[in-house]
């Protein structure tokens, strides 16, 4: 099985730079998955690590560690429609996907 | 554009009551999961499905089941819903092929009385 943590909350202002930590203990690794989440609406798709390393891809970058069970979603020069739920998910060998709780991220003008 | 559906996308349920959560997708994916999503617990897996005519248990399944007669269509049936199972219910489908991320239904809020 997979255990996700990320932070609860986290509040950041407008132009500003926020990093998401999740750390991972799974039984078997196969890509690790950031999703944002509007408030009523349904998660869509940010980024994929598969392999160790930094993913970049406009304002946001995602960081993997494998050995570490570490991974980071970077968001820069946030905006306020930023303000979101942000998934940390791993998937298995089984191609299921698990995910953790959520980071509320708040965005202050 | 439709890429994948769910109906209803609200309810209100008694107690002891069936219930059918219908997902439809017209991507050809051919992984479909369902998921329930409750506050601070995040999305949890409840079955998923890798292929047509086949089944598996996820994280939560206990009280639901499921189907996969076609690659489009991944039903969930609440047998006799509980309060318990008020919940936000999201659909989801994946090309294993690609990088499997998962694409989702705009959910499906069930409250059961």
């Known amino acids: 099985g997979q255990n996700i943590d990320q932070p609860t909350e986290m509040t950041a202002t407008e132009g500003a730079i926020v990093q998401i930590n999740c750390t991972y203990q799974?039984?078997?690794?196969?890509?690790l998955f950031w999703y944002q989440q509007h408030a009523g609406e349904a998660p869509t798709f940010l980024s994929y690590n598969v392999l160790d390393g930094l993913e970049e891809k406009g304002r946001f970058s995602s960081f993997l560690s494998r050995s570490k069970g570490y991974s980071y979603l970077l968001l820069k020069e946030l905006q306020m429609k930023d303000s979101a739920s942000y998934l940390c998910a791993v998937r298995d060998a089984d191609y299921k996907l698990s995910f953790g709780a959520g980071t509320t991220v708040t965005v202050r003008a | 554009i439709a890429g994948i559906t769910q109906a209803p996308t609200s309810q209100i349920l008694a107690a002891g009551r069936r219930m059918t959560l219908r997902c439809t997708q017209d991507?050809?994916?051919?992984?479909m999961y369902w998921y329930r999503q409750d506050l601070g617990l995040g999305l949890r897996l409840i079955h998923y499905?890798?292929?047509?005519?086949?089944?598996g248990k996820g994280e939560v399944p206990d009280g639901y089941s499921v189907s996969r007669a076609n690659t489009d269509d991944f039903p969930l049936t609440l047998a006799s819903a509980v309060p318990s199972q008020t919940s936000v219910y999201f659909c989801a489908s994946s090309d294993s092929a690609d990088t499997g991320e998962l694409f989702f239904g705009e959910g499906s809020r069930l409250t059961v009385l």
């Open positions: 799974t039984s078997g690794f196969n890509g």
């Open positions: 991507m050809r994916h051919n992984a």
């Open positions: 499905s890798n292929t047509a005519g086949t089944t």
